[in-house]
């Protein structure tokens, strides 16, 4: 029911840079709500990695870097390293008929 | 630091009540303005969120779920709760429960509790 499109994949070697998309419609990114990004380390609960389009909450390191525009957004992590591996989530809030708060597909960091 | 804390059972027979809890500790459920979440994920695929309240009672929920869910808050006991009917093994899953605040962002979460749906 994901109405956030992502990359299943996206792969880089330590210490390149790698991009990760999202794209909305005009009812939830488009619309100008704000959009969050989550990592998810295997067997763990998802962790808020930037919030507001690009904040970072206090701790994470500013390796990763959130943008946004127009329908879109996107996360950017730089000096990629092996903990890094992980799922990404892009969230967004939504004011059509689906449900408030709409996540992304999700893609998978693999550092290679 | 506030922390979230899931509990209630891991197997739930098809067609029966599905009912977890949500215990906040290290703050009050009442301090802020704090929605708290819901939130789902079936093995190794997305995040589906499932529904919120606020401490005054008023709730929303995704409509895909609408009509079988409800979620509660008990103040005195620092807790909010879930309630899903019908189940069947679609519904299958780790349970979240998550504070969303400035930004309509989930900012934390609990650990997450596996519950199963099976006879």
């Known amino acids: 029911q994901s109405v956030l499109t992502q990359p299943p994949s996206v792969s880089g070697a330590p210490g390149q840079r790698v991009t990760i998309s999202c794209t909305g419609s005009s009812s939830n990114i488009g619309a100008g709500y704000d959009v969050h990004w989550y990592q998810q380390l295997p067997g763990t609960a998802p962790k808020l990695l930037i919030y507001g389009n690009s904040n970072r909450p206090s701790g994470v390191p500013d390796r990763f870097s959130g943008s946004k525009s127009g329908t879109s957004a996107s996360l950017a992590i730089s000096g990629l390293q092996a903990e890094d591996e992980a799922d990404y989530y892009c969230q967004s809030y939504d004011s059509s008929l689906s449900a408030l708060y709409v996540f992304g597909t999700g893609t998978k960091v693999t550092v290679l | 630091q506030v922390q979230l804390q899931e509990s209630g059972p891991g197997l739930v027979k098809p067609s029966q009540t599905l009912s977890l809890t949500c215990t906040v500790s290290?703050?009050?459920?009442?301090?802020?303005?704090?929605?708290w979440s819901w939130i789902r994920q079936p093995a190794g695929k997305g995040l589906e969120w499932i529904g919120r309240i606020y401490t005054s009672g008023s709730t929303n929920y995704n409509p895909s779920l609408k009509s079988r869910v409800t979620i509660s808050v008990d103040t005195s006991k620092n807790q909010f709760s879930l309630k899903l009917s019908s189940v069947t093994a679609a519904d299958t899953a780790v349970y979240y429960c998550a504070s969303c605040g400035d930004y309509f962002a989930f900012d934390i979460w609990g650990q997450g509790t596996m519950v199963t749906v099976s006879s």
């Open positions: 290290g703050g009050s459920i009442s301090s802020g303005s704090y929605y």
